[in-house]
C-alpha cells in the first residue's frame, strides 16, 4: 500500500511564519513547507529585518512585537497571496515605511477589501499603479484598533490577516464580517493563534481579538490537505490505495473534507488518529457538491470528474475565478480540449462523463497556476499524451510534485 509523505502545509506555513514573528521570543517551526511561496514569505521577513534561521526540518524566528527591525524596505511577495496579503498587514503594527510588490500574476489578484479595511483602522496604505492591487507602500506608525467592518466575500485571507493582526493593536480588534467564503480556513487561523496565546472570540458575524501580543512556542506544521487531494483522487480513479501520514481526524485544515466527496463518488475512505487511506472501488459516481468551503480541491474534482459515471456539478466556487488564474474555465477549456463536454456559470461548472471512445491526450493550459498542473496530473493515469506548457509551476507549493507522482503512478 503506497504511503506518500505530503509536505507541510502552504497555509499553515505562511500563518506560523506571521505568528512566529509578531511573537515575543524565539518559536521553532518544524516540518515547514519549503516552496516558492513559503520561501518568498521568509525572505520578505528577513527584508524586514525580522532573524529568520532554517536547518532542513526546522526554521527558527526571532518574534518581534513591536514590529519590524529596519525603519524602511522594499519586499518582494513573488506569486504568493498569503505573503502579498498578510507582510503588510504585519509591517502595518510596526514604525516606518515599507513598500510591497508581486509577480504580474500576483498584481492582478485583488486586495481592496484589505486595504479599505486597514485605512478604516488609520494606516496610511497607497496603491501606486491600480487601486485595490500590488505595488502598494504601507508607512506605519502602529495601529490604534477598535472596530472595523469587512467583506471576506472574495478571500478569507482579508480576515485572516486582520485576525493575525488584532493582538499586535493597542486596543484589539472587532471585525464585523459581511460576507465570508473558505471558513475552515479562518478556524484554521483562529486555532493557531491559540496555540500563541491568543483567544478569539466569535459573536455571530463578529470576530473579537484581544490586544496584548502573541507568546512564542515550538509549532509543527501539518501536511498540506489540499496537495493530499491529488494523491487521494488518484487512488479514487485507479482503484488503487493511498494512505496520507500527518493527517488525520484532528487536522485543522478543512480541505481534508475532499475525502467525504470521494467518499460520495464511490471511494472507500479511513480517517484515523494520524493518517488518511483512500481506496478506489472502481466506481466513481457523478455527483452535485458545494465546495464553497473547500474551493481549492475543486480542480482535482474537475480532473477526475469524466470518469464518473454521471455528471459532476460543483457549485458556489465563484472565488476559485480570482486564484492565481480563472480556474473554473481554465477547468473548463482543458477538460473540452480532452473531449469532454463542460458548462460553466457564474460560480458552477457541471462536467459530463467522457466519451465512450475515451478522452483526447492533449496540451493542458497550467495559466501559470500550481494546481492546473496537479489536477491534470491525476486526469493523466488515465489518459495517455497529457503533457503541461509549464509543468515546473508546481514549484509554487510541491517543488518535487512530479517525481513524488511518478512514483506513486508506478505502484498504483
Not at 507541510?8 to 518559536?27: C, E, H, N, Q
Not at 515550538?218 to 500527518?246: Q, W
Not at 491525476?378 to 511518478?406: N, Q, S, W, Y
Request: charged fraction near 20%; proline fraction near 6%; charge should be negative.
Amino acid at each position: 500500500m503506497p504511503v506518500v509523505a505530503i509536505p507541510g502545509s502552504k497555509s499553515i506555513t505562511a500563518r506560523a511564519l506571521f505568528l512566529a514573528a509578531a511573537a515575543d521570543g524565539v518559536t521553532t517551526l518544524v516540518r515547514p513547507l519549503r516552496s516558492d511561496d513559503t520561501e518568498g514569505f521568509a525572505e520578505g521577513l528577513t527584508r524586514l529585518g525580522y532573524r529568520v534561521g532554517r536547518t532542513p526540518d526546522t526554521w527558527q524566528v526571532d518574534g518581534r512585537p513591536q514590529g519590524p527591525a529596519v525603519p524602511e524596505a522594499d519586499v518582494y511577495c513573488r506569486d504568493g497571496a498569503t505573503t502579498a496579503r498578510f507582510l503588510p498587514t504585519l509591517a502595518a503594527a510596526g514604525h516606518g515605511t515599507y513598500r510591497f510588490d508581486a509577480s504580474p500574476q500576483m498584481r492582478r489578484r485583488p486586495l481592496l477589501p484589505l486595504t479599505r479595511a486597514l485605512r478604516d483602522l488609520g494606516v496610511d496604505l497607497r496603491h501606486e499603479e491600480q487601486e485595490g492591487h500590488h505595488p502598494l507602500t504601507v508607512t506605519a506608525t502602529g495601529v490604534e484598533g477598535g472596530e472595523v467592518t469587512l467583506d471576506a466575500g472574495q478571500s478569507s485571507q482579508y480576515l485572516t490577516a486582520l485576525l493575525l493582526l488584532g493582538p499586535l493593536t493597542r486596543e484589539g480588534l472587532r471585525i464585523t464580517v459581511t460576507d465570508l467564503v473558505s471558513v475552515p480556513y479562518v478556524e484554521i487561523t483562529i486555532a493557531m493563534m491559540r496555540a500563541f496565546g491568543v483567544e478569539v472570540r466569535r459573536e455571530g458575524n463578529v470576530f473579537v481579538v484581544p490586544s496584548g501580543g502573541y507568546r512564542a512556542t515550538t509549532y509543527a506544521i501539518e501536511s498540506d490537505a489540499s496537495t493530499a487531494s491529488y494523491f487521494f483522487a488518484a487512488a479514487a480513479l485507479s482503484g488503487g490505495e493511498v494512505t496520507v501520514p500527518g493527517l488525520g481526524e484532528g487536522a485543522l485544515q478543512g480541505d481534508l473534507g475532499f475525502v467525504d466527496v470521494l467518499r460520495r463518488m464511490g471511494a472507500q475512505v479511513s480517517v484515523g488518529a494520524e493518517s488518511t487511506t483512500v481506496r478506489g472501488t472502481g466506481e466513481l459516481r457523478g455527483v452535485t457538491v458545494n465546495m464553497r468551503d473547500i474551493s481549492d480541491t475543486m480542480p482535482t474534482l474537475a480532473a477526475i470528474a469524466p470518469f464518473a459515471s454521471g455528471p459532476v456539478r460543483i457549485e458556489d466556487v465563484a472565488n476559485t475565478r480570482v486564484k492565481e488564474c480563472d480556474r473554473l474555465e481554465a477547468c473548463a477549456e482543458n477538460l473540452r480540449r480532452l473531449g469532454v463536454e463542460v458548462a460553466t456559470g457564474p460560480d458552477w461548472i457541471e462536467i459530463q462523463p467522457g466519451p465512450a471512445g475515451g478522452l483526447a491526450g492533449a496540451e493542458i493550459r497550467s495559466y501559470g497556476d500550481h494546481r492546473i498542473v496537479m489536477s491534470f496530473a491525476v486526469t493523466g493515469l488515465r489518459v495517455p499524451g497529457i503533457a503541461f506548457d509549464d509543468p515546473g509551476c508546481v514549484r509554487k507549493t510541491f517543488p518535487d510534485f512530479h517525481e513524488e507522482f511518478g512514483a506513486l503512478r508506478a505502484l498504483l
